[in-house]
C-alpha cells in the first residue's frame, strides 16, 4: 500500500490528486471541508463560537459509542442496543442519583448497568451462539420495553446537585467536558485498535474467525471484551445525555443506533469486519453532525436530518469504491 | 460476425499488462486452434492467472491484440467475453449455490413462453440435452449447494455449451478431484475437443498435460517462453521452460533419521461422525505422511489433532503433555499448529499486510504489558521473509497480492515465528507450481531436519513417497495400514486407501 511518505512531492493540483489516492480518508475530509465552506457562505453564523461548541458537543455523544461501535464491527460484529440502552441508562443514573444524592454512585451505576447490557449481549452472542445482528435486536426490544415497566415517565432531576449538571454542560477551562470525554475515549481506542493486541486481534477476529482460532486466539473472549467496552461507552454516553437533558427520558435515544452505525460504515469501516479505523469513524460522526447542524442553522425542514444523511452515505461509499478502484488498477 | 474459417479460433498477440509496480504480462503471445487443447502452464505469478482473465474480461489489457476467428474483439467485461464464445472456469465455481442446476446453465437466456414467463419444463429438458451431448448425467432439477465440486465443474462447462462458446479456458480444474473425477473430466473435455472447441488447460500437474494436452505455452515472469506440441517435450524439458533451470531433485533430503523422542502421541481418537479409533506416534526429526482418497478423514484428523474440532474420546499428547482442554489455545501452547488445506478461508487475512499475516499467532511474544512491540515484530517478520525467501513487494503490501507459493510461506512462517513442536500441513502444495513446490518440500525438510515433528496429509502420490518417514494410509475414519517409506508403494498405498 502506498503510504504517504512514499508519495513523491509533485507540483499543484497533481499533488492532492496523489495525496487522495494515498488517503483512505480523503473523500470524507473533502466532503466535510466543502460542508463547512457552503453552509458558512449561506449562514455566517456557522462559525460562532457558540455553534461550533454544539456541533462538538453533539458530535461527542455520538463517537464515544461510535468507538465502541467501530471497534465491534471490526470484530465482525454489531450492537443495535445501544441506542435502547442509552435511554434505560438515563433513566438509571438519575434514579440512583436521586436516591443516594452521590452524583459517583449515579455514574457508577449508569456505568453498571450499560456494561452489564453489553455482557447480556456478549454472553447471548458467544455462548448461546446467537448472531449479534439478532441478539442485539432482541435486547433492543427487552430494553425498549423494559425502561417503562421502570418507570412510566421521565424521570426528574430531584437531586440539584450542581456537578451533575456540570458532565453535559460543564466546562474545563474552553473546552466542554463532553468533548473532553470523548477526545480521551477517541485517544484510548485509537492506541487500543493500533497498539495493542487486543486491537490486532481485534482486526485478525473479523478478517478471518477460523484463521484467529487456529492461531490459538481466545476468540470467545475477545468477542465478549468488544461487546462490554462498547456497553460501558454507552454508560458514559447515557450519563452525559441525561445531564443534557436534566432528566433521564425512557424515548431518549430512539435511532441513535442507526446515527451511530452511520457514522462508522460512513468512515470506511467494513460490515464484513477485518476492516476500519477510527479517524474515518470520526469523520463520519462530523459529516452527519455538520449536516445535522447546517439543516437546523438554514431553517431547512428538520425531516431532512435523516434524508440528507441517507443520500450522503451512499454517495461516500460510492466514492470510496470509485477512489480505491482508481488506485488498484 | 463474419470470420475466416482458417484463422485460429483465437490470437492474442503482444499482450501487456501492468499492475503498479509489477509487470504482470509483457509482450505474450497465444493462439488457440478449434478442437485442440492447449496448456498454459508456468510458475507463481508467472502471469498465467493475468492471462485468463484478461480473456475473461476481468482485466484489461494495457497493450497488444486480441483477434477472435480473425476479428479484432475487446473484452471489456465479462459479458463481453461471454458473448464473443469465450468461457472461463475458474478455480472457485461461480454456480449460485440456490439455484437448480437448469437454473444456472441458462441464468444468462432463461427460454421463455409466449408470455413471458420462464418455460421451466423447456429449460430442464435443454438442460438435460447438453449434458447428453458432455456425455455426463445430472440431474437438472438438483440444487447446486448439493453438488459434490466436481460435479459443479461439469455445470459450469455445460454453461460453456449453453453460450455457444468456441473457447473454453479451465484454471486448474483438478485441483480438489479425485482420481476417477478427474478421469471423468478428461473425458468430458475430449467430447469438447470433438465439438471442435478450443480448450485452454491452466495446471501445475504435468503428468496431466502430457495425458490430455495438444500444445503447451510455457511463461515465466510474466514472459512468453515456449509454445511447443507437447510431444516434443519431456517432463524435465517442460520443468527447465518453466523455471529456467533444471530441477535434479524435487524432493531433496538433507534431514537425518529421525529421533527417538516422541513429540507427537494420538491414542484411540474417535470423533462424532468420521475417525473411528485412530492412534499413531510422531517422533522429532520425522515425516510422517497420511495417505486416503478424498473423504478418507485426513482433514477431519488434521483439525481434531491441533484442537480445533471437539473429539469424543482418545488420548492426544504434545511433548508428552495431554492437550486438555481440548481447544486451539492449549494446542498452540503445548506446540501443535495447523497449515490448513484452504488457504483463502481458512488461513489467510487476504486483506491485511503480510507483516500481520504472518506474526498473528506470535503475537503475544512480541507484547509487553498489551502493547505490541512493533519494531521487534516486524524485524522478525522481515527475518522470516529474508530466510524463506518470500517474493513480495514489502511487508506492508496485503497478502492478497502474493502468488499462492509465496502465501504458504507467510502461512508456514506464522507457526515457525511461533515456535511449535509438532506441525501439521494438509496439503501443503494445493495450488502451487512446481517451483515453489520444490521450497515448500525443502523446507518441510528442514522443520524435520531442525527437530520438530511434521504430520502431512496428502493425496498427491508423488510428494508422499519423495517427503515422508513412515506413512499411514487412511479409509473411512480409520487408519487401514501404517509402513515406512521403504516398503511403500503406490500400489500397496492405493490398495489400502480403497480398503
Redesign the interface.
Known amino acids: ?3 504517504s511518505s512514499q508519495i513523491q512531492p509533485q507540483p499543484g493540483a497533481g499533488r492532492i490528486a496523489a495525496a487522495m489516492a494515498g488517503q483512505p480518508q480523503a473523500v470524507l475530509i473533502v466532503l466535510l471541508l466543502l460542508l463547512c465552506g457552503a453552509i458558512s457562505l449561506a449562514a455566517a453564523q456557522f462559525y460562532s463560537l457558540a455553534n461550533i461548541i454544539a456541533i462538538l458537543r453533539q458530535s461527542a455523544l455520538v463517537l464515544i459509542v461510535a468507538a465502541g461501535m467501530t471497534t465491534l464491527l471490526i470484530g465482525g460484529e454489531v450492537d443495535l442496543s445501544v441506542g435502547a440502552s442509552l435511554a434505560f441508562t438515563g433513566c438509571v443514573a438519575m434514579d440512583a442519583t436521586n436516591r443516594s444524592g452521590s452524583v459517583p454512585v449515579g455514574a457508577l451505576a449508569a456505568l453498571a448497568f450499560a456494561g452489564a447490557v453489553g455482557l447480556f449481549n456478549g454472553l447471548v452472542v458467544t455462548r448461546l451462539r446467537v448472531n449479534s445482528l439478532i441478539a442485539t435486536i432482541a435486547t433492543m426490544m427487552i430494553l425498549q420495553g423494559g425502561v417503562y415497566l421502570y418507570t412510566r415517565e421521565a424521570v426528574q432531576n430531584q437531586h440539584h446537585l450542581a456537578a451533575f449538571t456540570g458532565i453535559g454542560a460543564g466546562y474545563l477551562g474552553a473546552f466542554p467536558i463532553p468533548v473532553l470525554l470523548a477526545a480521551a475515549v477517541f485517544a484510548a481506542v485509537y492506541i487500543a485498535l493500533r ?4 486491537g ?2 481485534t ?2 477476529l473479523g ?2 474467525p ?9 476468540v470467545r473472549r475477545l468477542k465478549l471484551a468488544g461487546f462490554v467496552i462498547t456497553g460501558l461507552l454507552v454508560g458514559v454516553t447515557g450519563l452525559i445525555l441525561c445531564s443534557l437533558m436534566n432528566a433521564g427520558q425512557p424515548t431518549a435515544g430512539r435511532g441513535f443506533e442507526l446515527t451511530v452505525i452511520a457514522a462508522v460504515i460512513l468512515g470506511g469501516t467494513s460490515l464484513a469486519g ?2 476500519g479505523s477510527l479517524i474515518g469513524t470520526l469523520l463520519g460522526v462530523l459529516v452527519l453532525k455538520v449536516i445535522d447542524n447546517g439543516i437546523i442553522i438554514l431553517r431547512w425542514n428538520q425531516d431532512f436530518q435523516m434524508v440528507v444523511p441517507g443520500v450522503v452515505i451512499v454517495a461516500a461509499t460510492w466514492l470510496d469504491t470509485v477512489r480505491v478502484r482508481r ?3 | 460476425m463474419l470470420s475466416d474459417p482458417h484463422s485460429p479460433a483465437l490470437a492474442m498477440q503482444g499482450i501487456g499488462k501492468q ?2 509496480g509489477v509487470v504482470a504480462l509483457a509482450d505474450v503471445d497465444l493462439t488457440l486452434t478449434g478442437g485442440q487443447v492447449h496448456a498454459l502452464i508456468g510458475e507463481n505469478g508467472a502471469g498465467k492467472s493475468t492471462l485468463i482473465k484478461i480473456l475473461a474480461g476481468v482485466y484489461q489489457k494495457d497493450s497488444g491484440s486480441i483477434r477472435i476467428g480473425g476479428v479484432e474483439a475487446e473484452l471489456r467485461t465479462p459479458r463481453d467475453a461471454l458473448r464473443l464464445g469465450i468461457k472461463v472456469v475458474f478455480q472457485e465455481i461461480a454456480l449460485i449455490p440456490e439455484f437448480t442446476v437448469a437454473e444456472n446453465i441458462f441464468l444468462e437466456r432463461h427460454p421463455v413462453n409466449r408470455i413471458g414467463s420462464i418455460a421451466w419444463g423447456k429449460l430442464r429438458a435443454d438442460a438435460k440435452a447438453l449434458f447428453d451431448r458432455l456425455g455426463f448425467a445430472v440431474d437438472p432439477g438438483a440444487r447446486a449447494r448439493d453438488l459434490p465440486i466436481s460435479t459443479q465443474q461439469m455445470v459450469e462447462i455445460a454453461r460453456a455449451l449453453a453460450h455457444e462458446a468456441r473457447i473454453v479456458v479451465m484454471d486448474e480444474p483438478t485441483s480438489s478431484l479425485t482420481p476417477k473425477e478427474v478421469a471423468l473430466l478428461f473425458t468430458v473435455i475430449r467430447r469438447l475437443k470433438s465439438l471442435g472447441i478450443a480448450v485452454v488447460y491452466v495446471s501445475h500437474k504435468l503428468d496431466e498435460i502430457f495425458e490430455i494436452a495438444d500444445t503447451v505455452t510455457v511463461l515465466r515472469d510474466g514472459r512468453h517462453i515456449s509454445t511447443k506440441p507437447v510431444a516434443a517435450h519431456t517432463q524435465d524439458s517442460l520443468i527447465q521452460d518453466m523455471i529456467g533451470r533444471r530441477i535434479e531433485f524435487l524432493f531433496p533430503r538433507a534431514r537425518g533419521p529421525a529421533r527417538s523422542d516422541v513429540l507427537l502421541s494420538v491414542r484411540g481418537l474417535s470423533t462424532k461422525d468420521k475417525l473411528r479409533d485412530v492412534s499413531f506416534e510422531v517422533r522429532a526429526g520425522e515425516v510422517f505422511g497420511f495417505f486416503g482418497l478424498l473423504g478418507a478423514g485426513r482433514t477431519e484428523l488434521a483439525k481434531a489433532i ?1 484442537g ?1 474440532d471437539p473429539i469424543r474420546s482418545g488420548e492426544i499428547a504434545i511433548g508428552g503433555q495431554p492437550l486438555r482442554p481440548h481447544d ?2 492449549t ?3 503445548l506446540g501443535i ?2 497449515l ?1 488445506e484452504d488457504r483463502k ?9 503480510v507483516q ?1 499475516n504472518m506474526s ?2 506470535a ?2 511474544g512480541f ?1 509487553v504489558a ?3 512491540q ?1 519494531a521487534r515484530e516486524r524485524s522478525a517478520v522481515q527475518g522470516f521473509v529474508d530466510r524463506l525467501r518470500v517474493r513480495t513487494p514489502g511487508l ?3 497478502i492478497r497480492d502474493l502468488s499462492g507459493g509465496n502465501q504458504q510461506k507467510v502461512l508456514l512462517s ?1 507457526w515457525l515465528l511461533r515456535g511449535l513442536k509438532v506441525i501439521v500441513v494438509d496439503e501443503p502444495t494445493r495450488g502451487i507450481d512446481v517451483g515453489a513446490k520444490s521450497e515448500i518440500f525443502a523446507l518441510i525438510d528442514r522443520l524435520a531436519g531442525e527437530g520438530h515433528a511434521v504430520v502431512m496429509m496428502t493425496s498427491e502420490m508423488p510428494e508422499l513417497l519423495g517427503l515422508s518417514d513412515r506413512i499411514a494410509v487412511m479409509a473411512n475414519g480409520r487408519i487401514t495400514a501404517t509402513m515406512p517409506r521403504a516398503d511403500a508403494t503406490q500400489e500397496g498405498l492405493l490398495s489400502a486407501a480403497i480398503a
Open positions: 500500500m502506498a503510504s497498539h495493542t493486541l487486543f490486532r486481534y482486526y485478525a478478517a478471518n477460523i484463521a484467529a482460532r487456529l492461531s490459538g486466539l481466545r477485518g476492516r488506485r488498484a488498477v | 499492475f503498479p491441533v480445533f486451539t489455545r494446542g498452540v501452547a499448529g495447523l490448513t478461508t481458512e488461513g489467510l487475512m487476504l486483506e491485511q499486510s500481520h498473528l499467532a503475537l503475544g507484547a498489551g502493547f505490541v512493533e506492508d503490501r496485503p506464522r
